[in-house]
């Protein structure tokens, strides 16, 4: 018995702390983040990657979707790696097998919790910063693909948004805006969704 769950708790800890140190490698050399991003990465200019947020109520749906996802790929190895290490500390200090059981469970546990918390903290950190396209209205944008007439598609406009530019799927209830014209921003219909109006020359 000894000896086979010894097996187990090496093998977990071998395997998640493998996994769990490529994660971190992965992470902090920017490959591998999780993206839940509603637009295309071409969609955003000047290096600005990231989620656009959907209003208030998607805000809260978010923060409960970050509060549910107790089970993932990340918690899952946390859960392996420390289940695995208690374990075999456990056994080195000469805890029986029934303890020694239960202090690898609850150290698994404990692991999994807490980057399960961390990971929503991250995301409802990451939600704060995120672009409200509402804020693009009454800007002056430029467009970037033309726009259909009477909203029968949609173009693409560059406007200044909370300090950075960025590019927007476009309609407009009017005529064709043709590539290159300046626009007023008059709703924001969707998160990734602008409407726009030919600006007005002076």
């Keep these: 018995m000894d000896t086979s769950m010894n097996t187990v708790y090496l093998l977990c800890a071998t ?14 050399i920017g490959v591998g983040a999780d993206t839940d ?7 955003v200019h000047d290096g600005d990657v990231g989620h656009y947020a959907h209003g208030h109520d998607s805000g809260h749906a978010h923060d409960a979707d970050a509060s549910l996802k107790l089970l993932s790929f990340k918690t899952i190895v946390a859960f392996l790696t420390f289940f695995g290490l208690a374990g075999l500390a456990a056994q080195k200090g000469g805890t029986g097998p029934g ?3 239960g202090i690898a469970a609850l150290a698994g546990t404990g692991a999994l919790y807490l980057v399960a918390y961390l990971m929503a903290a ?3 950190l ?9 804020n693009a ?9 033309r726009v259909p007439e009477g909203k029968s598609g949609h173009g693409k406009v560059t406007v200044a948004v909370q300090g950075r530019r960025v590019q927007l799927k476009a309609v407009t209830p009017g005529a ?5 014209a300046e626009v007023r921003v008059v709703a ?5 969704t602008v409407e726009v109006v030919p600006a007005e020359r002076s």
Aim: hydrophobic share 40%; aromatic share 2%.
């Design 15 to 28: 395997v998640g702390g493998t996994v769990l140190v490529v994660q971190t490698i992965l992470l902090v």
């Design 37 to 43: 991003a509603d637009v295309d990465p071409g969609d």
């Design 99 to 101: 303890p020694t059981l």
């Design 122 to 124: 991250m995301t409802r």
């Design 126 to 134: 990451h939600s704060q910063g995120n672009l409200d396209v509402q």
């Design 137 to 145: 209205v009454g800007q002056t944008a430029t467009v970037y693909l």
């Design 176 to 180: 064709e805006i043709p590539t290159g």
């Design 188 to 192: 924001a219909p969707a998160s990734d």
